[in-house]
């Protein structure tokens, strides 16, 4: 009885392990990849500046989290990592590639000076299509994925889709709108006022593309339309888009009344609430209408070694990053030749 009661329950506790990794990516490295959308936007130099200055200690911490995600899907699913990679190698790729380009840009923009502007693009360009092509990922998985014999059995464009167009415009706006209230936030003066202006645009395009998405979803994927809309799940879930509804105008109003803290949580809670409208159309597979998470997950040795792993690095990487968040803490500032935090220390 226990040993099968073990049998049922270790895959929903490295599932669980595996979306909390890819919440906190979502979330974390979603506020700095939203600060590179709203990049070339901003209308001075001085804007630019201080919006790199107020991600630059954090930044790397955050993508962190997209590596221990991966790694955890190939340990501890390797067969749904073993169909998704081929299925997605191309947006994946070119997601990497452009987290790079942001990386090179951290370093070589503040020492440049001719070139300064290529920096800026890069940053921004990178961050525009990093993000895409994570909602193309989004919204093949949704689609689901063509399997035969437990293999991928699609092209190389086979991610491509409208609901994965939708979900790539969907999230740009969505990281653009967190990376406004980080910066409403972590900033003051003309940038925090751009910030807030810009807000209001990112939250009206994040409106609109969540019931975009999710009408087109319910529509073309009736396994999806049947998660929600059959009885009894109904019933259950239907306060989810009334609470949607709620954090939206929540953030409005945070826009509008100045509340910095409020408008930063609510953005991400209004996030957090469409990563779990996703979980609850793709569970319980990790290849969606393939590869359930018991029939994917991996063998025990296997399992022993990565719960080990997570026991030990998962609390490093929360500390570490609870501590450079608080040691950056405060209003962020400018000093010359260097980004600077204002009222705190530097590690």
């Known amino acids: 009885m226990l040993a099968h009661l073990l049998a049922a329950d270790v895959p929903l506790l490295f599932a669980a392990a595996a979306v909390f990794c890819v919440t906190v990516y979502v979330l974390a490295d979603g506020l700095d990849l939203g600060v590179g959308i709203l990049f070339l936007a901003a209308p001075r130099e001085a804007d630019r500046d201080l919006m790199m200055a107020s ?22 699913f390797p067969a749904g990592y073993t169909i998704l990679l081929p299925a997605f190698y191309l947006p994946v790729v070119l997601m990497l590639f452009a987290l790079i380009f942001r990386g090179v840009a951290f370093g070589f923009r503040l020492q440049a000076s001719r070139f300064r502007l290529v920096w800026d693009i890069a940053f921004a360009a990178g961050s525009l299509l990093a993000t895409f092509c994570q909602g193309l990922i989004l919204g093949g998985l949704i689609d689901g994925v063509p399997v035969a014999n437990g293999a991928f059995a699609g092209g190389p464009f086979s991610f491509l889709s409208v609901l994965g167009v939708l979900c790539g415009i969907g999230l740009i706006g969505g990281y653009a709108l967190i990376g406004a209230g980080w910066l409403i936030w972590k900033t003051s003066g003309a940038t925090q006022v751009f910030a807030r202006e810009i807000a209001h645009a990112a939250l009206i395009l994040v409106a609109v593309m969540m019931a975009l998405v999710s009408a087109w ?19 259950f879930l239907a306060p989810v888009p009334l609470v949607t509804l ?9 826009i509008w009344e100045g509340a910095e803290v409020r408008t930063l949580l609510s953005a991400l809670g209004l996030f957090a609430l469409g990563l779990i409208g996703l979980v609850v159309s793709l569970w319980p597979y990790v290849v969606p209408r393939a590869v359930t998470v018991w029939d994917g997950i991996s063998d025990p040795q296997s399992l022993a070694f990565v719960a080990v792993g997570m026991v030990v690095v998962l609390p ?6 609870a501590h450079a968040y608080w040691v950056f803490r405060g209003k962020t500032t400018l000093h010359e030749g260097a980004y600077g935090e204002a009222g705190s220390g530097h590690a």
């Open 246 to 254: 709620a954090l939206v105008i929540a953030t409005w109003r945070g």
């Open 55 to 76: 991600i630059e200690p954090v930044w790397d911490g955050n993508e962190t989290w997209l590596v221990m995600g991966g790694t955890l899907l190939l340990a501890a």
């Open 217 to 235: 979803s319910a529509l073309t994927v009736p396994e999806v339309a049947a998660r929600w809309f059959a009885w009894p799940n109904i019933a």
């Open 316 to 321: 490093i990487v929360l500390a570490y990053q």
